[in-house]
């Protein structure tokens, strides 16, 4: 028989527990919202502390049947006794040039056009098609039964291809050497690039025979094959480190879009001009990459080594406090999917403290079409997810910043005190079966008291939720300021 969950005590009687049955509340999406210093951060903590607790006693806390991820905005939930000891945290790091730790993602990560798109802002007719190639020029290199012959012959047949389109070279000579460079050696690019101009400075254009050709010294280019191995002869020569470059996904790709952009350009079949704003956007967008994100044999976030994940975005830039939960959300979603077909008592809890930080529909610090494309995953998740065993919990301060479509489909609510009148209007548009008497107790509950609603319970509840002791508190406690000046 199923043992009730206990969420606290009936508001002013604290000898009154108040419960609901486990699987109602946990296999379900949960909102829980309130101003800061409500009490809610403490109840999104007590009542996941007590599942693992009960979990644990169970022994199913590391069967990696349930998973639990934890999006922390604030660093809240790091410290060893919040939460659960078995925890494992990824403190993500922008500013360190390695990061701390990384997030682990499936290979296809880096040719993932959707996401690369959006987030360089690849306009739809030009750009986007040229991001394409990119990433499938990148993906055959990589797959290559011989990644680095592959990659030899392509540069072959680019070095050729200058034979009859002599003139462009002189135009494409800094953009050639900033390519080429990632050959060289990818891991100093402003050496290497230094290197590789000096082997091309001097190659001219010679007009004095019917058709232009191009030189070096008294090497002359008469046919693809004399471009390839006597004008490029002294680049040809240059130390390459090309295995190093097959095996880094983000440098490959970078350089993939470096060499289509000469290639197409040099063949008239795009516009330097409308693609050249690409290139830089891409490259930065790898370069934050790199520190967030590791791939892994098989790349997949949920393990049942790992049960509970707490992914920190404290030290993360605000841009990619808003990327990564929504990479963390599209490949769980994308990997639940597939598993909870076959393991029906598999699932996994999306926890997102904060939410109002990606989930809104006002943020001005990014694109219209990359805002929605955000919005759009974890409205899908949320309106789909519990048929394959995934399930949303979110807590915010601003109810009336996140998308009416997520609050709308929560299945459980626990509202603590809220007094903002478009808050209040959000959560009373939301829980239609809170009436007029219990809404009006919202703006004057006490801390830690909120009005509990939805599938677990049968009927709004003013429910005193247990404190945590400090210990096992989240980061986000009142100080005690008098005590602390003595007053």
Not at 89 to 109: I, M, N, R, S
Not at 449 to 461: L, M, N, R, V
């Given at each position: 028989m199923?043992?009730?969950?206990?969420?606290?005590?009936?508001?002013?009687?604290?000898?009154?527990?108040?419960?609901?049955?486990?699987?109602?509340?946990?296999?379900?999406?949960?909102?829980?919202?309130?101003?800061?210093?409500?009490?809610?951060?403490?109840?999104?903590?007590?009542?996941?502390?007590?599942?693992?607790?009960?979990?644990?006693?169970?022994?199913?806390?590391?069967?990696?049947?349930?998973?639990f991820i934890f999006i922390?905005?604030?660093?809240?939930?790091?410290?060893?006794?919040?939460?659960?000891?078995?925890k494992k945290?990824?403190?993500?790091?922008?500013?360190?040039?390695?990061?701390?730790?990384?997030?682990?993602?499936?290979?296809?990560?880096y040719f993932d056009l959707e996401t690369w798109a959006i987030l360089t802002q690849a306009t739809e007719k030009t750009q986007r098609p040229f991001l394409r190639a990119c990433l499938r020029t990148a993906r055959k290199i990589v797959d290559a039964h011989n990644s680095v012959a592959y990659l030899e012959k392509m540069m072959r047949s680019f070095l050729e291809g200058y034979f009859?389109?002599?003139?462009v070279f002189a135009e494409q000579r800094d953009d050639f050497a900033r390519c080429m460079a990632f050959v060289v050696d990818k891991d100093n690019l402003r050496d290497s690039e230094d290197k590789v101009r000096e082997t091309v400075e001097d190659i001219e254009i010679f007009a004095g025979t019917a058709t232009p050709i191009l030189r070096i010294g008294n090497a002359y280019g008469n046919s693809a094959a004399e471009v390839e191995s006597n004008v490029f002869s002294a680049f040809n020569t240059l130390p390459k480190k090309l295995r190093d470059l097959v095996e880094d996904l983000p440098s490959?790709?970078?350089?993939?879009?470096?060499?289509?952009?000469?290639?197409?350009?040099?063949?008239?079949?795009?516009?330097?001009?409308?693609?050249?704003?690409?290139?830089?956007?891409?490259?930065?967008?790898?370069?934050?990459?790199?520190?967030?994100?590791e791939t892994t044999p098989g790349g997949k976030l949920l393990s049942a080594d790992e049960p509970v994940k707490v992914f920190s975005l404290l030290d993360a830039n605000l841009d990619q406090k808003k990327l990564v939960p929504l990479i963390i959300a599209k490949y769980v979603y994308r990997e639940q999917r597939s598993r909870g077909r076959s393991e029906q008592d598999s699932s996994v809890h999306l926890i997102v403290d904060e939410a109002h930080n990606i989930l809104s529909y006002d943020s001005q610090r990014e694109s219209e079409s990359w805002r929605d494309y955000r919005l759009e995953t974890f409205e899908e998740i949320v309106k789909e997810g519990r048929k394959f065993g995934m399930y949303l919990t979110v807590s915010s301060q601003r109810p009336s910043d996140i998308s009416p479509t997520i609050i709308s489909q929560m299945h459980n609510y626990f509202i603590h005190r809220l007094v903002n009148d478009d808050d209040l209007r959000a959560v009373g548009k939301a829980v239609s079966f809170i009436d007029h008497a219990t809404s009006s107790m919202i703006p004057v509950l006490p801390q830690g008291?909120?009005?509990?609603?939805?599938?677990?319970?049968?009927?709004?509840?003013q429910v005193q939720v247990d404190k945590m002791p400090t210990i096992k508190q989240p980061h986000s406690y009142d100080r005690d300021l008098a005590t602390a000046w003595g007053f």
């Open positions: 199923e043992k009730p969950f206990r969420l606290g005590s009936l508001v002013g009687q604290e000898g009154v527990s108040v419960v609901a049955p486990t699987s109602s509340l946990f296999a379900s999406h949960i909102g829980i919202f309130g101003n800061t210093g409500s009490g809610k951060s403490n109840t999104l903590c007590k009542f996941y502390t007590d599942c693992f607790d009960r979990m644990r006693e169970a022994g199913s806390l590391d069967s990696g049947k349930g998973q922390d905005f604030n660093g809240e939930y790091t410290s060893s006794d919040v939460l659960c000891p078995e945290v990824y403190e993500l790091d922008t500013a360190a040039k390695a990061g701390k730790q990384k997030v682990p993602v499936p290979d296809d990560f009859g389109h002599e003139r490959i790709v970078e350089f993939c879009a470096r060499f289509l952009f000469l290639q197409r350009w040099r063949s008239g079949s795009i516009a330097r001009e409308h693609i050249s704003s690409l290139i830089p956007r891409l490259e930065n967008q790898m370069k934050e990459a790199r520190k967030l994100y008291a909120c009005i509990a609603s939805g599938t677990a319970i049968p009927y709004p509840t």
